[in-house]
């Protein structure tokens, strides 16, 4: 995927310089690929950790997936306890159960570095790396209004109860404000297809008319449109998803009107994390502070940018 910087601060040194013929330990933790973006997430980190274990022979990496937020607890314990990680990359699969036990390796003098969805808790990390949440929501609020500009109303998908959920939803709430749409329903589809595919079913069975769906995530709006064709619906417009999903992408391309954007949020920022948390364990350079990765809106007239047909996502 295209990704482009919103803004990068860095605020200190990554911290000493390990040796170079000390072995350093960098635990990466990440959710399972429960859906399409944690697939493609997955696919980023097990690359880069390959890579990186060959460019930098110092570093050893321990990778673990996680299918819930009490597995993840359990698998960053395990790297504590039995391979005494020098530093944690760490993407949560929910903010509130995972923030004690990362305040827990943090306390420890253990490098941390936060991914996408953050802590409930400020100034946990050391790092922090995101796409602009914010600006995702505020991007997808500008084009429903843009879109709609004698106003509608509207349901909303939210994802898994987390910091960044909150933040594209206020962003969205924020750009939609005094444009006449209206939201008429919103629950959390959990990023998960299934999930957003009974939501929208109930949706669909409450409300005579929708005129739109911001459904905020790729997978989600996969069950949304299934739901739709489902029920023979034919008032919803649209549905606007996000995340740039190959799949979606291409119906942008070739001017589907039920799909007509998308909003980009990269898999592979892991990546960008991992490597950024390696650097600082490799040399002096400054890599502390918060990383983002801005937020595009994909049309019809600059998909193919974002179009690649051999990505895993």
Same mark, same amino acid.
């Given at each position: 995927?295209?990704?482009?910087? /919103? ?5 200190? $040194? ?12 960098? @635990? =990466? ?16 980190? !097990? ?8 460019? %930098? ?15 993840? *607890?359990?698998?960053?314990?395990? #790297? *504590? /306890? ?32 936060? =991914?996408?969805?953050? $802590? ?6 050391? $790092? ?15 084009? #429903? ?9 509207? +349901?909303? $998908? ?40 009974? +939501?929208? !079913? ?6 005579? !008319?929708?005129?739109? +769906? ?11 449109? /299934? ?11 649209? =549905?606007? @998803? ?6 979606? =992408?291409?119906? *942008? ?9 998308? +909003? ?16 600082? #364990? ?25 179009? %690649? ?5």
């Amino acid at each position: 995927m295209k990704t482009v910087l /919103a803004g990068c601060t860095a605020l200190a $040194l990554a911290g000493p310089a390990w040796a170079q013929d000390d072995t350093t330990v960098i @635990g =990466v933790s990440i959710p399972a690929a429960t859906h399409g973006w944690a697939g493609g997430m997955n696919f980023h980190a !097990q690359e880069t950790v390959k890579r990186l274990e060959e460019a %930098y022979p110092q570093l050893d990496f321990v990778l673990a997936a996680a299918s819930d937020a009490g597995a993840q *607890v359990n698998d960053i314990e395990d #790297m *504590v /306890a039995t391979r005494d990680i020098d530093a944690l990359v760490v993407l949560p699969f929910e903010s509130d159960p995972l923030t004690p036990p990362i305040q827990s390796v943090a306390a420890n003098g253990t490098w941390v570095t936060v =991914v996408d969805r953050g $802590l409930s808790v400020e100034g946990v990390e050391d $790092l922090y790396v995101a796409g602009d949440n914010p600006g995702f929501g505020r991007v997808a609020g500008e084009y #429903m209004a843009e879109k709609m500009p004698e106003g509608g109303d509207i +349901v909303v $998908l939210r994802g898994i109860p987390t910091t960044i959920d909150n933040e594209r939803v206020a962003g969205f709430e924020a750009a939609i404000e005094g444009s006449g749409i209206t939201i008429i329903d919103m629950e959390h589809g959990n990023w998960n297809r299934d999930d957003s595919f009974n +939501v929208m !079913q109930d949706f669909l069975q409450k409300h005579e !008319q929708i005129d739109a +769906v911001w459904a905020s995530d790729d997978d989600m709006a996969v069950g949304v449109l /299934a739901a739709i064709e489902a029920a023979g619906r034919e008032d919803v417009q649209f =549905v606007l @998803g996000g995340a740039g999903m190959k799949e979606m =992408v291409q119906r *942008v391309m070739e001017g589907d009107e039920m799909i007509p954007a998308n +909003v980009t949020y990269p898999p592979a920022m892991i990546a960008t994390a991992i490597e950024m948390t390696a650097v600082g #364990m490799v040399s002096n350079a400054p890599v502390s502070g918060t990383f983002t990765i801005g937020s595009v809106l994909i049309t019809e007239e600059n998909a193919e940018d974002f179009y %690649y047909p051999d990505s895993p996502f």
